[in-house]
């Protein structure tokens, strides 16, 4: 693991006037990069050959920087260029599939913005459920011998790998079943209770600088094939095909106003337990994945400690931001705000790691 001080003392060599917002070509970043254009900071995109037009499109990257393969942002000498450029990485969820956790922790030398030791405590599900406790977050069963499953559940397995190969069973035979199909090799599991309710996944940001944890919106996934399924439920009844969970597209939504301070207290718990477990703890966009019971109360079962996808509904602002907010301000703009407000106040140390 790179340490802190060896990041921070790379950054105490950029030049404050021309720090660049720098992104990989996927997920966020054209939103990434209109907020960085927003703030008045430069910005550059790395992306691979096949995407480039999309990026030329649209016209937000002063820089393009192609590559054949995302792994060579990891090579030593494109790494200096970035730093040459006093580029501040922006990670994204692709970003951190494409280029993995521990070549992150162990080989990016680029000053990135937030706190890369939330890495590990996310990509770990017994760590990440471990921080959601100590949040004191409400969450699904857990069933560590597939014997004893006595309800609907869902068997998921490790990584963001948004829902590939999860499957649901409501006993022991069929998870036997079902998991001989999927001829797996040791790879471990989690078997968790199917929690019935409507989907919330709030869109958080916390700032050091003014240690305040804002609520910037909210979006439910749209999921193939699951949210087929449901519209010919009656047609499908007795034949319908195995669930799945992949994530196709985000719709907007906000909740009852009544549920509101249950969200806020669950987003700065979140920031609490993570400032006593890995110090400083998390820093920037983060999202808590929910489902809400009829009785009204959310259920949690992940962090995303990134800027989602689902927040790219948002680049114009959201219904929650607009009141945060009197200008357009995404969770991407939010993100070159923070940088912005650190350089003013001396402080890129606190946000960047
Ligand atoms: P990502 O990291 O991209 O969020 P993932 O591969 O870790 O994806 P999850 O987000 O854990 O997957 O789950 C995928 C989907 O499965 C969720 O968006 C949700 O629709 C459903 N889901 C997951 N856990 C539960 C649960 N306990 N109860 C009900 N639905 C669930």
């Known amino acids: 693991?790179?340490?802190?001080?060896?990041?921070?003392?790379?950054?105490?060599?950029?030049?404050?006037?021309?720090?660049?917002?720098?992104?990989?070509?996927?997920?966020?970043?054209?939103?990434?990069?209109?907020?960085?254009?927003?703030?008045?900071?430069?910005?550059?995109?790395?992306?691979?050959?096949?995407?480039?037009?999309?990026?030329?499109?649209?016209?937000?990257?002063?820089?393009?920087?192609?590559?054949?393969?995302?792994?060579?942002?990891?090579?030593?000498?494109?790494?200096?260029?970035?730093?040459?450029?006093?580029?501040?990485?922006?990670?994204?969820?692709?970003?951190?599939?494409?280029?993995?956790?521990?070549?992150?922790?162990?080989?990016?030398?680029?000053?990135?913005?937030?706190?890369?030791?939330?890495?590990?405590?996310?990509?770990?599900?017994?760590?990440?459920?471990?921080?959601?406790?100590?949040?004191?977050l409400k969450l699904p069963e857990e069933f560590k011998h597939p014997e004893d499953i006595d309800r609907?559940?869902?068997?998921?397995?490790?990584?963001?790998?948004?829902?590939?190969?999860?499957f649901l069973a409501r006993s022991y035979d069929e998870f036997e079943r079902k998991i001989k199909k999927l001829q797996l090799q040791d790879e471990k599991f989690t078997i968790q209770e199917y929690v019935i309710g409507t989907r919330f996944y709030p869109h958080y940001f916390y700032s050091p600088l003014t240690e305040r944890v804002e609520l910037l919106s909210m979006d439910i996934r749209y999921e193939s094939n699951i949210d087929g399924i449901s519209r010919l439920s009656y047609i499908l009844q007795n034949s319908h095909p195995e669930p799945s969970f992949v994530v196709t597209g985000n719709c907007p939504?906000?909740?009852r106003e009544l549920l509101l301070p249950q969200l806020l207290e669950m987003g700065q718990?979140?920031?609490?337990?993570?400032?006593?477990?890995?110090?400083?703890?998390?820093?920037?966009?983060?999202?808590?994945?929910?489902?809400?019971?009829?009785?009204?109360?959310f259920i949690a079962f992940e962090i995303s400690a990134r800027i989602v996808a689902g927040t790219n509904l948002y680049i114009n602002g959201s219904p929650y931001s607009q009141l945060l907010y009197d200008e357009p301000m995404s969770t991407g703009r939010r993100i070159s705000?923070?940088?912005?407000?650190?350089?003013?106040?001396?402080?890129?140390?606190?946000?960047?790691?």
Not at 154 to 159: L, T
Not at 270 to 297: R, W, Y
């Open 337 to 353: 705000r923070e940088i912005k407000d650190a350089l003013k106040q001396d402080s890129l140390d606190r946000i960047i790691y």
């Open 269 to 297: 718990r979140i920031v609490k337990a993570s400032q006593e477990l890995f110090s400083p703890g998390l820093t920037g966009p983060f999202c808590i994945e929910t489902v809400c019971t009829e009785d009204l109360e």
């Open 1 to 136: 693991m790179i340490h802190q001080r060896e990041i921070h003392h790379i950054l105490d060599g950029y030049d404050r006037e021309k720090i660049t917002i720098a992104t990989i070509g996927s997920h966020t970043a054209l939103q990434i990069l209109k907020g960085a254009r927003d703030e008045g900071l430069k910005n550059l995109v790395i992306c691979k050959r096949g995407a480039v037009e999309v990026y030329r499109q649209f016209r937000l990257a002063d820089e393009l920087i192609i590559v054949e393969n995302f792994k060579q942002v990891l090579e030593k000498e494109f790494q200096e260029g970035l730093i040459e450029r006093n580029a501040i990485l922006i990670p994204h969820g692709s970003f951190v599939e494409y280029l993995s956790p521990s070549s992150i922790e162990d080989k990016l030398w680029v000053p990135m913005f937030g706190n890369r030791t939330v890495l590990d405590w996310e990509s770990n599900r017994e760590k990440e459920r471990e921080w959601m406790e100590r949040a004191d």
């Open 152 to 166: 609907l559940v869902m068997v998921k397995f490790p990584g963001a790998k948004g829902g590939k190969d999860y």
């Open 253 to 255: 939504v906000v909740v």
